[in-house]
């Protein structure tokens, strides 16, 4: 079994898209992350959902322990339920192929067989 073969499209983001734009991506697409990529469609970077939330919360909180404490529990718990694994398939010409989530690939797995 290839990489390309269990690859998905997934739509990305670039390092210029605002936050929101994101968070969008990510929520809607029903992803544990998202691929940041450049001009050319060229991977550059994975995101981990945390990471992604991370840069919605402001800076004051994330610098004040204090200020941390104003989530509830029940939220904060929220942030570490969508746990996955994401990765960018890229070609021999450096462009995105795809992408393969953790579900993807323990699907493709499965289905292969023992003798995959």
Do not use: C, N, S
Not at 10 to 33: E, H, N
Not at 82 to 95: I, K, N, Q
């Amino acid at each position: 079994m290839q990489a390309r073969d269990i690859a998905v499209k997934v739509p990305t983001v670039t390092a210029g898209d605002p936050v929101t734009r994101a968070v969008r991506v990510m929520t809607l697409a029903r992803l544990p992350g998202l691929i940041v990529v450049d001009d050319a469609a060229r991977p550059r970077m994975v995101l981990t959902g945390t990471q992604v939330l991370r840069m919605t919360v402001p800076g004051a909180y994330q610098e004040d322990p204090t200020l941390a404490r104003t989530v509830d529990e029940a939220h904060a718990d929220m942030f570490w339920q969508e746990r996955g694994e994401l990765v960018a398939v890229v070609g021999r010409d450096g462009g995105l192929v795809g992408t393969i989530t953790l579900e993807r690939l323990l699907a493709g797995m499965a289905l292969a067989g023992p003798e995959g």
